[in-house]
């Protein structure tokens, strides 16, 4: 099932940009949880348009649970299912671009794997719209993870060219995720915050936009998780990670970084750490080795390319005609999706701990 | 099944380094292909070790196939296992290994996870050694797509700070791949090649080693590969490159690159192509549009850390009295595990192309 | 996950009996479809309650399809989901269920595996409402192979001693398959049919239910279906047959009965059939030798049992205080769920053939 | 992966008659297990041929453990290979077949799939040889679910018209299973069993073979066990039992008998067991009902075919001439392949209990 992922923990994305709806079924949350549906809302809409930063449209985004819970509204072990409605869609803004692909969208590729009868109105299956049921499934394994003491929180580690501190330079406390959460622009530093919004608000005033990295901390992860050779934390993370649109690389600890190190600067020595315990002196390898998490923070970074729609002139091709043409998207769109990003990066990770730990 | 990638064309990977073999159980070759055993014996030899640059264990690696063969030779439907013995293990090398774990090494993974009963000889079911199946598959795998046109290359993109030209810069051209396989450091530029040798001399005479990347490109890739939402051509090709030991981050066309641009420096714009199609006048999407191929080259990069085992003294933990250590490793190991890999990246790429076009 | 069936054309299935809905999102189904609903309602019919043979309860059964169709209304490529209100739903009639399991139903497993949290109302997800959904998801894959030219069509074999004849006896024909699914009793035989009404009305006038046994054929069918060794003809229909509620057995040709022949009387021949063509002389083996589909009409009987609920006292146990208690069932039952059966038991041939054909 | 069973106990099984060698691959069997090889031989050693009632073919079927187990020899938490060379085959009892398909035979279809390249000898991936790899499996799943108090035993129910008792007339008790696995024919009744010799001689002298059933039972399972809606215990079992060859029903409990009982004779009454319990006062329902496990004892039965291969004459096609030929199938065969079956039901009844258990 190629919209699914996940073993245990499985969370199935569904839905059109302008369909009806989209959402998430769920299995494997176990029977008997309250859950706190308030919480999963103020999750979700952490990714929600808003502010000057993100696009104008307005979603309510409210999920919608129709299956999966009992009379009293805990979880009875059936499939859950949430729908969100898709309320706010104005199908007319995309009616153009059936014909003319965006560069750098898919457009064309969709066009190339379904033919003409893909849903073209808003990117159809390909939309940043299927990010909310990802949130909202992330809301929901939040909730089960974090009664072991997980806790994950996540920050933009970049846009353009200004760039944050790093997590391993806080001494991976999890004391800032609150904070991050609540911030317009999630950043560790106020200073690199600014400069932030300085390059989104360059770039959407030149009708262009901006890229962005992410990077994100789990702490309160117990060693032993991640089976080899191909189910191993990263290869799962990566899996999920890859599925959100724009992401174009992932890294684990130092990732490329790692490629330029010596064997001596890179490895983390081993120290007794209480009672008996391990830990290492530093956390360069991020958490996981051999694909088997050590007990250490994980620590992950993704890169998002800029928002492929913008207002600057392209060019195209009809795919009727063949013929050259030039595009303006003149639709509503982020200048950084990156921004918007950030907690469904974490909605990846807690799914697939979830999916690890249950 | 952990150890497996692929739902058409599967490849299950087993063995410890010194368990009596290792092998992959390949499901999905189509029945009545002579499989070309010269062009995977060789393609295998150029992960073997040899020369002055990589570990002096030798190994024969020739696979032996038990199954899925017909009394004349060709495949026949059923599934194929190749067992490659390990005739060369010194288990005595690593007769310490077992309380001491190595920094940056899953010695210590392997332990939380299974306890005293994991095979600590030579890393076990970690080791390395485990690409040497994961090549013959590749080499398998290979003589599907290529019957389509495809071809893959890849080349040593860097070590330490060496770096080579990318493949971008070459214009897609597979003309190189030939070279680059006979050569013992394949880098585009023989510059390059001399520097990364020099990388690789000085961290071993250190007793130390280096970390590196590689990047790999696969030209003649149809159109319309790749499943939304999480089958796309990258969660796929990660799934599999994090399985590779040593791999710390993966990256498509402009990947972290891409986070420092603007939507209209990273765009490909569209333009015709012959009779009626379509092309990209750039190629910074690295041929994946939303998951799904493009047509274009499809370009990616791997970073993998320096070898963890290093001749150097460092410190670590005994297992069973919890006392600090100090750990200096002797047995025989790459200085460098970026330049055997690069067969094993190309190997991840068949499989996944293998998968995606069977 | 297991609430889903097939690996390419996936179906799963998902709600309670009072839940808001059940439903069923499907995965696979091609790109440009015009799918035939009027068709696919009237199929969800033939399971629908009426009549004086089966429960008063009414349900509009109206699946309404949220996502996966472009604007066109045709499917664009993305997963189908259906829904279909639960709209009759008395939960006060299954209020003292919750601590006396009825006999013969999952009420007890349920409480078992899923604890308190489980959800009572009308059976939870262990509810023949759950059929509806499948039979929306078997009207959808007919569309598929019936283009290749297979049709299916099924009878009731038997209900308690009334039995019908076989269609091995009707010389393998779909002749019959459009009566059949006009029929409030879809027997072969009329004689047959008005035994099978009175062993019905027998039982519910004594507050009692009764068993029956299906019997399907699928005619059409390509050879060479089925995949070695546990994804054979047999393995892939047992695994969703058994997911109907109340199936007790499958068997495919003679079924139980060839374990009473001797191999020269089971044995079918072979004999040439047109330009080069091999057909068997007869069909005893039911259309799938070796797991795999021999181009012969397949054949297979499904047991049901009889309804679990009926208006009889019997003896149960309160769960929460261990004591013995009686119980007689008040709510609306069909005294033979076999009946309501056919078409579930079709839609899982279609969707199992949809799965191999696609 | 289609050659496999299972999710988190996962066997797979390969190879072919008159391939080098036949095996197993075992994924999830936790590290630090010392199996008891001596048993599993044991085990295996009952379906291997031997007296006047099976095929004079000689096995040695020693498997050889090649992967997954640490120096001192116990599971060290990566998968287990089995390999069990084909010592014995004779190919040039099976050179015809290739032309001349038997009746009743996978021949046909194998031919129909994969044409040309099927390995022909011995029935290839179809042989029941593929029943050793199957045993083995099992006896290293048994000392999983043996653990935690579970039993499992068989017998045969039926050869042609010679019947035995049912399990369900022994009150369920678990002693006889260690006489019957001791007896050349495993029949509950000494009188069935001479009757069943019978069947099979005068079979044999006749040159033809005869069908028969098994019946199997599993005591000390836990409620609970069984995943709704298609991962319940039946369909788990069905899908394995399925793969074995000749298998052509599955049942439960009552089976196709339910079909014909009214609902007041096969629900099993809930009475009081011990301090809080609850058990059945029958056990019509074979120990599952809605999918899942009661925790009463677990009861199948297993149709399988006669011995398609037959020394009789019997009709068939040559596959490259299109005519009609005679065929008298020469080589060594079992006159009733559902004696030999035996202890493959129960492995495969191990196998589903291993995989939902772990």
């Known amino acids: ?15 059109q940009s302008h369909a009806p709806c989209v959402g998430a079924l769920i299995e494997g949350v176990p029977a008997g949880i309250a859950l706190d549906m308030a919480r999963i809302e103020a999750f979700m809409a952490r990714r929600a348009p808003g502010g000057g930063l993100a696009t104008g449209r307005r979603e309510t ?16 072990g059936a499939p859950l299912l949430a729908l969100i409605e898709n309320s706010d869609a104005r199908s007319k803004d995309y009616d153009t671009l059936g014909d003319t692909p965006r560069p750098g969208h898919a457009d064309y590729t ?13 990117g159809g299956q390909f939309s940043g719209r299927l990010t909310a049921p990802l949130c909202f499934a992330g809301g929901v394994a939040m909730q089960l993870p974090e009664l072991r003491g997980v806790r994950v929180g996540s920050h933009i580690a970049s846009i353009g060219n200004a760039e944050d501190k790093r997590f391993d330079e806080m001494g991976g406390d999890a004391a800032a995720f609150a904070d ?8 560790l530093s106020d200073a690199a915050a600014e400069n932030m919004r300085a390059e989104i608000t360059t770039a959407r005033e ?11 901390m789990a702490v309160g992860i117990p060693a032993g998780l991640g089976e080899p050779m191909f189910d191993g934390v990263e290869n799962v993370l990566a899996s999920i990670l890859f599925g959100i649109p724009g992401v174009r690389g992932v890294e684990f600890g130092c990732g490329f970084e790692a490629a330029k190190m010596r064997g001596s ?3 983390d020595a ?22 088997i998490s050590s007990g250490m923070p994980l620590i992950i970074r993704v890169a998002f390319k800029p928002t492929p729609s913008i207002a600057m002139e392209q060019e195209t091709v009809s795919l009727s005609s063949g013929e050259a043409r030039k595009l ?6 982020d200048p950084c999706i990156a921004l918007r990003a950030v907690p469904c990066v974490e909605a990846a990770i807690w799914i697939a701990l979830a999916d690890m730990m249950i």
């Open 328 to 333: 303006s998207v003149s639709g509503r769109h």
């Open 206 to 216: 030149a009708g262009d936009s901006v890229g962005g990295a992410v990077e994100v």
């Open 265 to 267: 600067q890179h490895n």
């Open 110 to 122: 969709a066009y190339m794997k379904f033919g003409a009868a893909r849903d073209v109105r808003g």
């Open 270 to 291: 081993f120290v007794p750490e209480g009672a008996g315990g391990i830990k290492t002196a530093t956390n360069r390898h991020g958490g996981v080795l051999g694909g």
């Open 1 to 15: 099932m190629s919209n699914s992922v996940g073993s245990r923990f499985v969370v199935y994305i569904f839905g």
């Open 180 to 187: 991050l959460a609540a911030k317009e622009i999630p950043a």
């Open 61 to 76: 985004d409210a999920p919608r649970v129709v299956a999966g819970l009992n009379e009293g509204g805990k979880t009875c």
